[in-house]
């Protein structure tokens, strides 16, 4: 009885397998996005996620969502005590590894929004990557404080 449940196991493990797209395999992960909230007149409004690459390596080319006019890419870089914020073409995702989105360093960066992102809403957000497509996240309006934090 025992033996027969696990060939039976076995076998829906091969047929999930086959049946699993190929690109699912490839695509990078994307990870607890979160969006600082703003309040009325502020025209911009930063937001963060994690990648975890997949086998072959990947870039983000761009990114789109209703709750804002368009999306840039934004990396943070210190000139002499000012921060400065610069729009990048693409943001690289080597294979295997993990890119974070994080305030003070690269983030998303919504232009023109419609209408403030209030704590606790969420809005879908579309990923455009170079190999894997587009994929499509939900972002949660959140504080800082309550953003996710480093899992090691
Ligand atoms: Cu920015």
Redesign the pocket.
């Known amino acids: 009885m025992k033996s027969r449940r696990s060939h039976l196991l076995a076998a829906l493990a091969l047929a999930a397998l086959s049946v699993l797209p190929v690109r699912a395999q490839t695509a990078p992960k994307v990870e607890q996005p979160w969006a600082r909230p703003t309040v009325e007149g502020q025209g911009a409004g ?1 937001g963060f996620l994690r990648i975890v690459g997949g086998p072959t390596a990947d870039r983000l080319l761009s990114a789109q969502t209703e709750v804002a006019r368009s999306v ?1 890419l ?1 990396t ?1 870089t210190m000139d002499g005590n000012v921060m400065r ?1 610069r729009q990048v073409d693409a943001i690289e995702v080597p294979a295997g590894q993990t890119v974070e989105l994080k305030p003070g360093g690269l ?1 998303i ?1 919504f232009m023109g929004l419609k209408a403030p992102l209030k704590t606790g809403s969420s809005f879908a957000l579309t990923l455009r990557f170079e190999k894997a497509g587009e994929q499509r996240v939900e972002v949660q309006v959140m504080n800082q404080a309550a953003a996710p934090m480093h899992k090691h």
Do not use: D, K, R, V
Request: charged share 15%; hydrophobic share 45%.
């Open positions: 930063g840039e934004h943070m914020m983030h960066m």
